[in-house]
Structures are given as C-alpha cells and as structure tokens.
C-alpha cells in the first residue's frame, strides 16, 4: 500500500478535468485503497471492476470537476 500512499495525492494534478484513473490492486487490498482516495479531496470513487473470479481487483477513481462539490447532475 506504500506505493497507493504515495500516489494517490498527487494523483487529480495529472488527471484531466473529470479524468478517471483504474487502479489494479492486490486481492484484498480495494477496501484499504479506496479508504486512501477517500482521503484525497479532488478524487472520488467509482464502482469497483472484479476480475474473471469475481474478486474486486480494479479501483476507479475520478477528478472531481472544480466548482461544482458533490452536487450530484440531475438527468
């Protein structure tokens, strides 16, 4: 997890605006990497990907988009 600890900060200044960023992770490491990114103010987490086994073993994130917070769209 050292090397999630050390990228996830720096991680929205190289994404573009609303970019995405899927993160391959240990077999049980997607709860302790999303709890990481939760800790980053511009990231937040998407769905989970599992692999061919059904084990959750990629982690989205997204760029928050500045100056629209949470709100969530409305479609």
Do not use: C, Y
Not at 3 to 11: E, G, H, I, Y
Not at 16 to 25: E, K, T
């Amino acid at each position: 997890l050292d090397a999630f600890r050390l990228a996830l900060p720096r991680l929205p200044l190289t994404l573009a605006p609303r970019g995405h960023a899927f993160l391959l992770v240990g077999p049980s490491q997607a709860d302790a990497v999303e709890a990481l990114a939760d800790g980053v103010e511009d990231l937040r987490a998407l769905p989970r990907r599992r692999d061919l086994a059904g084990v959750e073993r990629v982690v989205v994130l997204a760029r928050r988009q500045i100056g629209l917070g949470n709100r969530a769209s409305s479609a």
